[in-house]
């Protein structure tokens, strides 16, 4: 807005006019400039008023709305006219003497220049004052580009060794469980200490005849090594466990249920709880997933072998469900580099008063406990004992040969347990609950495992299981 500087400045332009001043004591004639169009120009619709001051409609008034003092459209643009103050008629009396008439009109054309001058400076100040009233503002720039969310980082660990190099493609994905013998013309296995992908998870439990067999679990099918084995025939325990990790079940042969018995064998508990497996003595797949290797000069049923590298074409020939139902995923509490209070520097496990001893020896310079039992350095980072409830069950005339045989059945009833890593150990419980394996530390707090593999020594907490060590407590 101009402040009163500027206005006293316009005041004294107006009295600089020489010999023109009007005399502001009498009283001034009210005049309209006659605004008739000339021919042929479109008739303007409304009257320009210098004696009216313009108001200002609305806040979005511009400032081409004061300026024309009294808003108005016509049919066609008015041409712009410079009125001609020489010959302006301002209804004098046509009698009235020269000498009049010339002192007049000088004083005539300074009034009508200085009502021009008051109306633009009025116009001026009302809208310098809308411009205070109502700042103008400027409306963002509207882009077309959207703002991305970025999209949440997803976990690259390894739900089953909470490793951080884990496969991204393998990431939600279902897991497999390979059926291992290990009878002593069985050792070493193939794959169990492969450099690059051993098994993530060992399991080992007693079967029949004193002697234990082995279900590998692999986060990453896809990374199972070229050959595992030897593979061997399925029982209940190992397929109940799987359920807990909701994994695909890959065996060689299966036993069976027996009527007239107690026995409920592996056939019928992958029938009723509806599990995926391939066998390879039905399996009529497009690839080679099962083979034999001969090499070792052992008798036939210690030759069968998996070939990894066909698992995930065998998997979706067959039409399973590859996505993980996480509900059903065991999902283990991992720490880097976990310690426990207690000392444990070697372990042996007596799975049953029927089976002999496995063996650990913790090295410090790796950080892992180390077993020669199968026949070549086998090494993990945590080793998992869980007693369970154990059974015998007899099947009479096995294969007809007159005989019984005598299966141990597990109950997963839970029960007590612990955990060895980093040449530590704890005690522990665990139970099954909603389908899942949960461990639990003696203060009912969530145990956990240190990062890496892990074998799970499965015994017997009701005939003859037991844990030889040297700890101290």
């Not at 310098?128 to 949440?152: R, S, Y």
Request: with cysteine.
């Amino acid at each position: 807005m101009p402040d009163s500087d500027e206005l006293d400045d316009i005041l004294n332009e107006i009295k600089s006019f020489k010999n023109g001043e009007p005399d502001r004591t009498k009283e001034e004639p009210k005049f309209a400039i006659n605004d008739a169009p000339a021919e042929n120009e479109a008739e303007p619709e409304g009257e320009i008023h210098f004696d009216e001051e313009p108001k200002k409609k609305n806040a979005d008034a511009t400032t081409d709305d004061f300026l024309s003092f009294d808003r108005f459209e016509s049919k066609k643009p008015a041409e712009s006219v410079q009125p001609d103050f020489d010959n302006l008629d301002f209804g004098e009396d046509k009698n009235m003497p020269d000498n009049k008439k010339s002192n007049k009109k000088p004083i005539i054309i300074v009034a009508v220049v200085l009502a021009v001058i008051i109306a633009i400076v009025v116009a001026v100040l009302l809208i310098n004052k809308g411009g205070d009233a109502e700042e103008t503002t400027t409306a963002p720039v509207q882009t077309t580009q959207q703002e991305t969310t970025a999209a949440p980082q997803v976990a690259m660990e390894n739900p089953l060794t909470g490793s951080e190099d884990f496969n991204a493609d393998a990431v939600g994905k279902r897991p497999v469980a390979c059926v291992v013998e290990n009878a002593a013309a069985a050792r070493p296995q193939w794959g169990i200490s492969d450099e690059k992908n051993p098994p993530d998870i060992i399991l080992e439990g007693e079967v029949e005849g004193g002697e234990t067999r082995m279900l590998w679990f692999y986060a990453d099918y896809t990374a199972v090594p070229s050959q595992i084995g030897p593979t061997r025939s399925a029982r209940p325990p190992y397929i109940k466990f799987s359920e807990l990790f909701d994994a695909i079940f890959l065996h060689w042969g299966q036993s069976q249920t027996k009527k007239g018995t107690a026995y409920i064998g592996a056939n019928t508990v992958f029938r009723v709880d509806n599990v995926d497996h391939i066998n390879q003595m039905t399996y009529s797949g497009k690839v080679q997933l099962f083979g034999r290797d001969s090499s070792r000069g052992v008798s036939t049923e210690h030759t069968g072998v998996i070939y990894g590298d066909k698992i995930e074409a065998a998997i979706e020939g067959e039409g399973f469900r590859t996505e993980a139902n996480e509900a059903s995923y065991t999902k283990f509490s991992f720490a880097k580099d976990m310690k426990y209070d207690t000392e444990c520097t070697a372990l042996g496990l007596t799975f049953s008063s029927r089976t002999r001893t496995r063996d650990w020896t913790y090295n410090a310079d790796d950080g892992m406990y180390h077993s020669t039992d199968y026949g070549t350095d086998v090494a993990r980072e945590n080793l998992l004992i869980l007693f369970d409830t154990t059974e015998y069950i007899a099947k009479a005339n096995y294969k007809n040969s007159g005989s019984a045989e005598i299966y141990c059945n597990y109950n997963l009833a839970g029960g007590k347990g612990m955990i060895a890593c980093n040449g530590t150990m704890t005690d522990i419980t665990w139970s099954v609950e909603n389908g899942v394996l949960v461990l639990k530390d003696t203060n009912g707090n969530v145990a956990n495992l240190s990062t890496g593999t892990t074998w799970i020594g499965y015994a017997s907490s009701n005939n003859g299981g037991s844990v030889s060590d040297n700890t101290t407590k």
